[in-house]
């Protein structure tokens, strides 16, 4: 009994461990691929954003991005804007991050979008 | 000063001035560019985001396979900006209360060479071309297309004026402006690059799309009918 509750509080760890090195990869990969059109901040409004006739979704707005789950965020960015009814100036980065890399940047998402 | 009459030496003399011109380029390459510019090719295939957070300038490794000459001797006589944002837009933007905007502080001027190392420097460049092969597979023939439909195309249908300028004020700043590409670039290197820019860097910002030869034709053909445009 002792045994599970120390290999469970284990595993929570380490679970926990990984989605934060994940998160802390997404970090960079946004940098890098994302914040030219949804800002340094994540707020939506990156440089390119002025110059978009439809404005990149704001990943700081809790209600919004609450109202999708993971796999709708996976789809959206491996898939691009057209395979969920977004606009297409929403890419689709499959050529370019691998599935590793486009679930890192969920779990970043799920941090900008609730951490308070 | 006997041996310059002799016809030897003045052959001789015509053959090395140029090769040795080309040779003082590569040096003066490896000392005043390459501190920023990658001249090597990296290991294929490796993909490394650090890399490209940290990247001072375009790599000019494939410098030959890449641009036209004449626009590339003139370009480093008279340098100007190309990217709005800088090679590394997030390194060159700051926030505002409305939102992103390019900090102009951060973007030097390109150092300019004077006349004679412009041109040696650009046969110099010229010569660098790893991917011959890669773009004797291109099968772009270059076409028209009217500027009203190529606009449409590159905008609303494809969304290349999400991250590049088709005039110079128009579209987005996180590219290379694409108003004076065709003058700037090889035909082939266009149609190669649209249809898959990760085969020429891995690391790049540009995404894939799935285009079929027919659609890489028409943005291509786009970025020419801007050029007779003139604008």
Redesign the interface.
């Given at each position: 009994m002792r045994r599970t509750a120390l290999t469970l509080v284990l595993a929570l760890a380490c679970a926990s461990a990984f989605a934060d090195e994940g998160a802390r990869n997404g970090e960079?990969?946004y940098?890098?691929?994302c914040?030219?059109?949804h800002?340094?901040?994540g707020?939506g409004?990156?440089?390119?954003?002025?110059?978009?006739?439809v404005q990149p979704r704001d990943h700081t707005d809790t209600a919004e991005m609450s109202a999708r789950t993971d796999d709708d965020l996976f789809k959206a960015i491996k898939e691009?804007g057209k395979a969920v009814n977004k606009?297409?100036?929403m890419?689709?980065?499959k050529?370019?991050l691998s599935d590793e890399d486009v679930r890192a940047l969920v779990a970043y998402l799920r941090e900008l979008c609730c951490r308070k | 000063m006997k041996s310059s009459a002799n016809p030897f030496w003045t052959l001789l003399a015509a053959l090395c001035v140029p090769l040795a011109a080309q040779a003082g380029a590569a040096e003066q390459a490896r000392e005043q560019c390459a501190a920023c510019h990658a001249l090597d090719a990296p290991e294929p295939g490796t993909r490394n985001i650090d890399e490209r957070l940290t990247r001072k300038a375009p790599p000019l490794y494939y410098a030959g396979n890449k641009f036209r000459r004449e626009w590339l001797e003139s370009w480093l006589r008279q340098p100007a900006r190309i990217r709005p944002a800088g090679v590394f837009p997030p390194a060159h933007a700051k926030s505002t209360p409305q939102g992103d905007v390019i900090d102009e502080s951060t973007l030097p001027a390109h150092v300019a060479l004077p006349a004679d190392e412009a041109a040696a420097m650009a046969d110099f460049l010229m010569q660098l071309r790893p991917f011959d092969d890669r773009l004797a597979a291109v099968r772009y023939q270059p076409g028209t297309i009217s500027l009203r439909m190529g606009q449409m195309n590159f905008s609303k249908f494809k969304g290349c004026d999400g991250c590049h300028r088709d005039a110079p004020d128009v579209g987005g700043v996180s590219g290379p402006e694409l108003h004076s590409a065709w003058k700037r670039l090889q035909p082939q290197f266009i149609a190669s690059f649209i249809a898959d820019p990760t085969a020429w860097d891995p690391n790049t910002l540009m995404p894939r799309m799935e285009l079929n030869d027919a659609e890489v034709a028409r943005l291509a053909d786009y970025l020419k009918a801007l050029q007779e445009d003139g604008s």
């Open positions: 960079k990969l940098r890098v691929y914040t030219q059109c800002g340094l901040q707020n409004k990156g440089i390119n954003a002025a110059h978009l006739s691009g606009s297409v100036l890419p689709s980065w050529a370019n | -």
